[in-house]
Nanobody
Framework: QVQLVESGGGLVQTGGSLRLSCAAS????????MGWFRQAPGKEREFVAA???????AYEDSMRGRFTVSRDTAKNTVYLQMNSLKPEDTAVYYC????????????????WGQGTQVTVSS
């Protein structure tokens, strides 16, 4: 079992930045791939970024260059640095874990946090 707790969401103006954190506990964190997803009201959950156990990363195309995913294995924490935020980035952001390589489909992740709200005002 892996427990995930996100934090760092909030209200920010267009062009601003936020850093989300996802603290993991339970099983060996370093052996899991970690993903970030988001879901806006009335929309499907979508992939944002992911980082593998070896540090490899993947990004959804529209977020590449604006968002950066990283992990601190010593702290059992994954981060999502979000820059140049836009109103369309408004959503609940979730982190997720899976005991295998990076994938972009949310159904393939086994453990989920409760989510943190990000609101970008225009």
């Amino acid at each position: 079992q892996v427990q995930l707790v996100e934090s760092g969401g909030g209200l920010v103006q267009t062009g601003g930045s936020l850093r989300l954190s996802c603290a993991a506990s339970g099983q060996t964190f370093s052996s899991y791939s970690m993903g970030w997803f988001r879901q806006a009201p009335g929309k499907e959950r979508e992939f944002v970024a992911a980082i593998g156990w070896s540090g490899g990363t993947a990004y959804e195309d529209s977020m590449r260059g604006r968002f950066t995913v990283s992990r601190d294995t010593a702290k059992n924490t994954v981060y999502l640095q979000m820059n140049s935020l836009k109103p369309e980035d408004t959503a609940v952001y979730y982190c997720a874990a899976r005991r295998a390589g990076i994938v972009m489909r949310w159904l393939d992740y086994d453990y989920w946090g409760q989510g943190t709200q990000v609101t970008v005002s225009s």
